[in-house]
């Protein structure tokens, strides 16, 4: 995917440029977003960054600053859709274990809770006389 992403920014986008006019290139970008999925263009938002990212890439391309606010369609749940229907599947891959945030601080403060919830345990492991304690080494042979 990532040398057909490339190959699109390095080429597919200077020929559409040099032959197509803006608003020929707004009328089809104007179609993709109304027909776009409502996920794909929540990860298009994502992606952006922050609220200020995605403020600025809306004044830009002369988007009200409204539109960020509509519910349903606008930036801020399109943001909200994807990150609670596939960025929660790509947190917990990397967390080990079932996450379920729509803000990055949600995240950051559940990684935090999982971390100490581990330090916990290794602590309390640590207490156990030696022959109680659960021997990694021995586990995974």
Same mark, same amino acid.
């Given at each position: 995917m !990532?040398?057909?992403? =490339?190959?699109e @920014?390095?080429i597919?986008l +200077?020929?559409?440029?040099?032959y197509?006019?803006p608003? %020929? $290139? @707004?009328k089809v970008?104007s179609?993709f977003?109304? /027909?776009?999925? +409502?996920?794909?263009?929540g990860?298009?938002?994502?992606v952006m960054g922050h /609220?200020?990212?995605? *403020?600025? =890439?809306?004044? %830009?391309?002369? $988007?009200p600053?409204?539109?960020w606010? !509509?519910?349903?369609?606008?930036? /801020?749940?399109?943001?909200? !859709?994807?990150?609670?229907?596939?960025?929660?599947? $790509?947190?917990?891959? !990397?967390?080990? @274990? +079932?996450?379920?945030?729509?803000?990055k601080? *949600?995240?950051? @403060?559940?990684?935090?809770?999982?971390?100490?919830?581990?330090d %916990?345990t290794?602590?309390a492991?640590c207490?156990?006389s030696?022959? /109680?304690?659960?021997?990694?080494?021995?586990?995974?042979r």
């Amino acid at each position: 995917m !990532l040398p057909h992403l =490339f190959e699109e @920014e390095q080429i597919g986008l +200077p020929l559409a440029r040099a032959y197509f006019t803006p608003a %020929e $290139i @707004e009328k089809v970008t104007s179609q993709f977003i109304k /027909k776009g999925d +409502p996920v794909a263009l929540g990860s298009f938002v994502h992606v952006m960054g922050h /609220k200020a990212d995605a *403020q600025r =890439f809306m004044s %830009e391309n002369g $988007i009200p600053s409204f539109v960020w606010h !509509l519910p349903g369609k606008g930036f /801020k749940s399109l943001r909200t !859709l994807y990150r609670t229907k596939m960025q929660v599947h $790509i947190d917990s891959l !990397l967390a080990g @274990e +079932p996450v379920s945030a729509r803000t990055k601080r *949600q995240l950051k @403060e559940n990684a935090a809770k999982a971390a100490k919830a581990h330090d %916990e345990t290794v602590a309390a492991q640590c207490v156990l006389s030696p022959s /109680k304690r659960v021997n990694v080494l021995s586990a995974t042979r």
